[in-house]
């Protein structure tokens, strides 16, 4: 059991409690189930979590529903309760294991204050109250924070911190940027200065509304200690992620959610978790036990799938939470323990053996600055950031994204995507990035100067224009694909090449566009004219393709892209700080280093679609066998190691790369270059 510290001023100032391992325990239960918490076991509740070997479990103060769940004489108690004040005994229980309890209150959803006063409901455009709806039933009424709503919240958080003074921590949840009709709303509008009836400023002028009530619920909390002495953690959720560093004053930390399986898919969470690391390192990654999404609690995610994206996360660095569900008995289910146990006692062996290493990230993609404040629109991966992620991710290359004009000092190479403007602001850094020594790949091209493209890209841009479907055609020898013409989704744009630069790819034109007055075939029309016109181009340490290669594989997946992709990045990057040989495309890879030595994750998981719905699911690890790694060292090492097991394994050392062979068959592995 973890000794508890006096509160005090100087523990104040400490950094607040980041998990490691953590649940966080839903529990929306409405006012017609009753009773409520009749079977809870403080005992039995505390051992659940002990077996866990979990450190905080986030708690319910308030849920959806907006019933609170703790002794209090305000109405919104749940009236299945009773006598007993469930919130306290659950915290008390946990802190006699050492485990932290942050306290959950629904922010936009409360079904209570929305039956209590209905005029307190966000309208929409036809000024009828806002709900969400849920499986074809109307759900949850999302509550005006323009309304006196917001002092209704504030006077919940008030009793909250009388109750529980030394709570640990606060989660606010369900705080996106809602636009409204309300006349309360469309008067916030006018005070910003914008228009209500223009959509764009109904928008703005939501992120505003959620950045004042942030604010004010952030400081009602900021500042305390929990039992152990420890500064209170804060996080708000439902927030565009990708707008974190506008928004990063408001949390402690950030917790990225996304439940594979419950509308996010398996590459929102990775994709997410890199834009979110530059920006807040303090970060854990948040999934869920169910086989579904929130509300799906009688069903129990697969372990493999629990193991995937656990390790997903730790790879990164990060921390991990698993969502759960508290039956309305208070009684936990024993299945949903069992099952649970075996990721986070692994995850747990995982995070001892990696302590005190730090991830190392070789390249920043750049991505285009989102616009609209809709969460779901705002963070969900682009075709670009999709064809990054996949990738790099098949490289085994250490990165991350990052917005234009962040810095790029700690990168060895960076990738702009399509999309990102040329102008002088950016040309300027990328010199300064290139004279340090950096390398460029430009994912599709956008007009620059030409006086820059010919010097760094060396390429001069033509007016000529192409066609609506045009191919490309690789040098075998240099990008290691066939002698083919490959066809790409649009136009590769037209360009000229400088003396010294070097051409990975062609441009072979079609016979003519293929339309309603010219056709031909069932798609396009087929490869025509071979040109001397580039499609990729090396120049130095800068590689451009002419067309959105990256954005091409991320919309169709098709393989020669990111082969083609994976030569560029060869060309510019040749000595990358690990590279895997003869690797499935699914493996994925991430490189940790101290000063003494480094350490490889390998994770082999394969989600697929097993039914009519859009669900991937992951029932089991995929084993790999004979994998070769290797890992750029500047010194021979003195061993290679299994951490977990504390097996040996055989090396060889040559051209600066200590090279060995794995192989495994539970997912995931750990090897350590002492």
Known sequence: MRDTAPQSAVAAREEPFLPRRSVHLDFHTSPLIQPVGNEFDAIEFADRFERLGVDSVTLFAKCHHGQ????????ERHPGLGSRNLLREQVEALRTKGIRTPIYLSVLFDEHAAAMRPDWVALDERR???RVDSHGVPGWHILDMTSPYRDYLADQITDVLEQFPDADGFFYDICFDQPGFSPSFREAVRRLGLDPDKEADRGRAAQAVSHDYMARYRDMVAGGVGHDGRARSIFFNSRPR????AEKEFCTHDEV????TGGWGYAYAPYVARNVLPVQPRALGMMGRFFGSWGDSA??????ALMYEAMQMVSLGMGICIGDSLPASGRSHEAVTARLQGPFRYVEKVQDATKGYDRVVEVGVVRPVPTGTDVHQVDAPTAGGLGALRVLGEMGLGFEFVAPGADWQRYAAIVVLSGVRLDAEMRATLDEFLAAGGSVLFSGVEQSDDDWSSKNQGLTLSDTEGFAREFFRPIPALS??????????????????????????????PFFDRTASTFSGHEYTPAGTATDYPAVVVNGKVATVLFPLLEAY?????????HLAVAALRAILPTPAVRVKNAPSHLEVALHATQESKLVHLISFLPARRSMSEIETVREPVPVIDLTVCVRSETRPTSVKRPLDGGEVAFTFVDGYVEFDVSFSSGHTLVVVD
């Open 68 to 75: 609170l769940y703790y002794d209090t004489d305000r109405p």
């Open 128 to 130: 009828e109250l806002l």
């Open 242 to 245: 990708l707008h974190l560093a």
């Open 257 to 260: 959610e996304a439940l594979p």
């Open 299 to 304: 069903s129990i995610h697969p372990e493999a």
């Open 480 to 509: 290691g694909l066939p002698d083919f013409d490959f066809v790409t989704p649009g136009t590769i744009r037209r360009a000229t090449v400088a003396e010294g630069a070097q051409v990975l790819a062609t441009v072979t034109e």
């Open 554 to 562: 991320g919309e169709l997946g098709v393989p020669e892209y990111s």
